[in-house]
């Protein structure tokens, strides 16, 4: 009864709707997209320096999408097995017999030979059973696209938070150069009057070292990530990648059930497990319809000469018909086509179920990230930082004066730095979360299944 419900609840068939979908839009935007074009478009930006300066994630996404070789490949998988629903569905070929040699003398005459044809008809039913099983195939691979397509998207998203991280990181620890600079005029002044050692002047140096081995790190950081990019967008690497103006996220409305519904509904996963259902549905009853005998009709001519040893010889020509049918005596083979396809269904009603696990505990994981990340933000953005602001500009202020003391002011100058760092680390994971997110859910890499937008901008400068 599971596999009735389950052929029943799979909606309606993306592979005879094939124009209407979404998913159709995109295949055959990828098929109207020229490679060799695209590369020599790429060149000539690369050469003439002429990156978009304005890009979004949307630019980002069409680029990895219209040249990533995964794609192009589990597109070109879902062309390949369309073609097998036609050769499927095609009668056998028929069979020419040109019979010779010394044949029978009639009473007509001397046969001198025999011409015929043969054509071979399963029963009626087996060939679009054949046909079922091959569509299936092809719509499994519909969803197999699409999760290439999510997955890639996904990839790309990461990859470009990642570099983004690692820039505004960058960013941060060279404001932060700037004010280790004044940090560092205050002391020089204070060890020409007497009034600070030449102890105070080695910190200072030592920390000016410390940033420059932090910026390095993050430029290694910066360039795998841009490597990646470079990767999934099929592309040589540029020096430097297109910055997204806006910081707009998606927010959820932390609604877990909510979302874990729409995954079971729309992630691609789960729908590619669900064709591997109606796939080995379909085996089963080809098996079924393969156990019923076949038929064979075929026709004959036997030119007849107009001499032969009886009298009667009249040279009439030999026309006949045949009509043939096969055994299936040997149903062990039949047997063990029903077994397993009996227990592909077994597997892939499994494996549905995996995968619907699979995507929860995804959307359940990312949402903790995501909520985690929300709070640990909010602090850190209105209060954690302010405060480490005050205090710097007083402690700076004050060391200047002879009032406070130069390891405390080194101190708050590394809490303050360590905050505005943990802030570009936050927004950076905070963007990779809800890009797993609606991996998990299935959705556009908008993300609209997920909730409404909110602004998430770094703080100005210190």
């Excluded at 890639?152 to 600079?181: C, P």
């Excluded at 259902?277 to 000469?305: C, H, I, M, N, S």
Aim: proline fraction near 4%; hydrophobic fraction near 40%; include cysteine.
């Amino acid at each position: 009864m599971s596999l009735v419900w389950l052929s029943g609840c799979a909606g309606p068939d993306p592979f005879n709707e094939w124009s209407d979908r979404e998913l159709a839009e995109r295949v055959e935007e990828l098929s109207r997209s020229d490679p060799g074009t695209a590369a020599n478009t790429w060149a000539r930006a690369e050469a003439t320096n002429s990156l978009p300066e304005d890009a979004d994630l949307a630019w980002y996404i069409k680029s990895a999408l219209r040249d990533n070789p995964e794609v192009r490949a589990a597109r070109q998988q879902v062309e390949r097995l369309r073609e097998r629903v036609p050769q499927a569905t095609a009668l056998p070929d028929p069979v020419a017999m040109f019979t010779f040699g010394e044949l029978a003398q009639t009473a007509a005459g001397q046969v001198d030979y025999i011409v015929g044809v043969q054509q071979s008809l399963p029963h009626p039913g087996t060939l679009d059973a054949r046909g079922e099983v091959a569509r299936q195939e092809a719509v499994a691979s519909l969803y197999t696209l699409q999760t290439v397509i999510d997955r890639i998207t996904g990839d790309l998203r990461r990859a470009y938070w990642s570099y983004d991280g690692a820039t505004r990181e960058i960013d941060v620890l060279k404001q932060s150069q700037a004010l280790l600079a004044q940090i560092e005029s205050s002391v020089q002044a204070r060890v020409r009057v007497g009034e600070a050692g030449q102890a105070d002047l080695l910190r200072v140096s030592r920390e000016v070292a410390a940033l420059e081995n932090r910026i390095s790190d993050l430029h290694r950081r910066q360039r795998t990530a841009s490597a990646m990019l470079g990767r999934l967008m099929s592309r040589p690497v540029p020096v430097a990648w297109p910055r997204v103006k806006s910081n707009e996220w998606v927010r959820t409305d932390h609604d877990s059930e909510t979302l874990r519904r729409s995954a079971a509904q729309n992630s691609p996963r789960v729908a590619e497990a669900q064709a591997r259902v109606q796939t080995y549905w379909q085996r089963l009853e080809l098996a079924r319809q393969e156990r019923k005998p076949d038929f064979v009709v075929g026709f004959q001519y036997g030119a007849v000469r107009a001499s032969g040893l009886a009298p009667s010889a009249n040279g009439d020509d030999q026309i006949a018909g045949t009509v043939g049918v096969s055994i299936p005596l040997w149903s062990g083979r039949y047997d063990a086509s029903e077994r397993e396809a009996m227990r592909g269904m077994a597997q892939a009603l499994a494996e549905v179920r995996a995968v619907q696990d699979r995507v929860a505990y995804e959307v359940d994981e990312a949402l903790a990230r995501i909520e985690s990340y929300e709070q640990s933000l909010h602090r850190l953005q209105e209060q954690m930082m302010p405060d480490a602001r005050q205090t710097i500009e007083v402690a700076l202020a004050s060391y200047r004066t002879g009032d406070a003391d130069f390891i405390q002011l080194l101190d708050d100058w590394q809490v303050l730095l360590g905050d505005q760092l943990q802030e570009a680390q936050l927004i950076a994971d905070l963007h990779k979360a809800v890009a797993d997110l609606d991996q998990a859910v299935g959705g556009s890499e908008t993300g609209d299944a997920t909730g409404s937008k909110r602004e998430i901008t770094q703080q100005g400068d210190s």
